[in-house]
Nanobody, 114 residues
């Protein structure tokens, strides 16, 4: 079964940075736009950023200019560099295709708190 595996979360202070990584199978990585999503407690899952197979990135307004999504074809991974983190960025972060057709993984917890 195809799957994606998220890693890199943790507890950080406001203003600091974290880098998340999403490991995908070669098939998923090669043929799909990949997105990072997040779900905060009591809220619906929301799309944070996407990157196409050609490397074109799009961002939610709430993270634009702070987060950067990138993909590495040598390792079939999609990274999310998160800078200037805010408490409202606290959530479980997931990756999936743009069409969300892969079973959701466990995600990686990001907590921004002083």
């Amino acid at each position: 079964q195809e799957q994606l595996v998220e890693s890199g979360g943790g507890l950080v202070q406001p203003g600091r940075s974290l880098r998340l990584s999403c490991a995908a199978s070669r098939v998923i990585f090669r043929f799909n736009t990949i997105g990072w999503y997040r779900q905060a407690p009591g809220k619906q899952r929301e799309l944070v950023a996407t990157i196409t197979t050609f490397g074109l990135a799009n961002y939610a307004d709430s993270v634009r200019d702070r987060f950067t999504i990138s993909r590495d074809s040598s390792s079939n991974t999609v990274a999310l560099q998160m800078n200037s983190l805010k408490p409202e960025d606290t959530a479980v972060y997931y990756c999936n295709t743009e069409s969300m057709n892969i079973p959701w993984g466990q995600g990686t917890q990001v907590t921004v708190s002083s």
